[in-house]
């Protein structure tokens, strides 16, 4: 918004009333030989004044246009909710009521032992920074709103952003919603305790905790298919190290999901020692301290933690 005092503004009824007072002045004081150009230079500047006037008129126009136009979004966005809920720190957003949709009634009422599972098995602290969650009707109205705030989202079926005053979770309601909820929100937790992740680990994590909790030991889906590839498949050959090269999602393919999510069973589930290896990595990272890289961590206490896996996996009933 453009602020001007009111000291420093001039309307044209004031230029006219002063132009007046000059004139009559200039009768009495001024010699008829410099009342031409005194003419001149008030006609200047009426000019000058007329155009200045225009130009700052114009600015609050737009300013006006672009402020009503902002205003007009933000009522669209929030007229779209038709329910509101809270659940300890986190606001549930939804197109539809909850208690129409028994997927987001169950998820809604397990969100308090979610984030209490993420928080006890990986030793968190516990905190209080505001999550969002936002629930649309319709894949339409997704990629709608996608199109219009957050063009990241559009190639994805859920997303996660993360601001400096809460994290945010998108979502449209499917046959797979709770998933996509699990996993998006396992990704809220993690980065309002974390300033980072490396990437494997934060999407092998969300792999992990987006299954009900009877299911993460042994019921993911995931787990047959590593099966096979590590009985069947001659050139399965595991590598946390390639995994920790990864920097962006175009980097992290559907295989390199299952390992990553393999890699974060074998630690939370694998020989004793695993798990103290992420336990004390996380630890660092949440006291920000440089924790170094997992692959380094493990090969202090196995030589080759990639035949752990392997052993690990093929353990499996």
């Not at 986190?90 to 197109?95: D, L, M, N, T, V």
């Not at 190639?155 to 309601?173: C, E, M, N, P, T």
């Not at 680990?201 to 299911?215: C, H, I, K, Q």
């Not at 196995?302 to 392997?310: F, H, I, V, Y």
Request: hydrophobic share 40%; glycine share 4%.
């Amino acid at each position: 918004m453009i602020s001007t005092s009111d000291a420093s503004v001039m309307t044209l009824s004031d230029v006219t009333h002063s132009s007046h007072t000059l004139a009559a002045a200039q009768q009495r004081l001024i010699p008829a030989t410099c009342r031409f150009r005194m003419r001149q230079v008030v006609a200047s500047l009426r000019c000058r004044l007329n155009a200045n006037m225009m130009n700052l008129s114009r600015r609050y126009i737009i300013s006006a246009v672009i402020l009503c136009t902002l205003l007009a979004t933000g009522a669209q966005a929030s007229e779209s909710w038709s329910d509101h809920q809270t659940v300890g720190r986190f606001e549930i957003r939804s197109e539809v009521p909850v208690r129409q949709s028994q997927a987001l009634s169950e998820f809604v009422r397990s969100l308090p032992h979610h984030e209490s599972d993420i928080v006890s098995s990986l030793g968190l602290t516990p905190n209080q920074s505001p999550i969002v969650i936002n629930v649309f009707q319709s894949r339409r109205n997704y990629l709608e709103y996608m199109t219009q705030h957050r063009a990241a989202g559009r190639d994805r079926r859920a997303l996660f952003i993360q601001s400096k005053s809460h994290g945010s979770v998108y979502v449209y309601l499917h046959a797979g919603v709770v998933t996509d909820l699990r996993h998006e929100t396992t990704h809220a937790i993690l980065h309002s305790s974390f300033p980072f992740l490396p990437l494997w680990l934060d999407e092998g994590l969300a792999e992990y905790f987006e299954v009900s909790r009877e299911r993460r030991a042994s019921g993911h889906p995931h787990r047959s298919r590593v099966k096979l590839d590590a009985r069947l498949v001659v050139a399965w050959h595991p590598s946390l190290v390639s995994l920790e090269a990864a920097q962006d999602l175009s980097d992290m393919s559907a295989a390199r999901y299952r390992e990553s999510w393999t890699w974060v069973h074998f630690l939370l589930h694998g020989p004793d020692g695993a798990k103290s290896v992420l336990l004390r990595y996380l630890s660092s990272i949440e006291a920000h301290i440089p924790p170094g890289s997992v692959s380094t961590r493990l090969r202090e206490v196995w030589p080759e933690p990639e035949r752990q896996l392997t052993a690990h996996v093929k353990s499996w009933k």
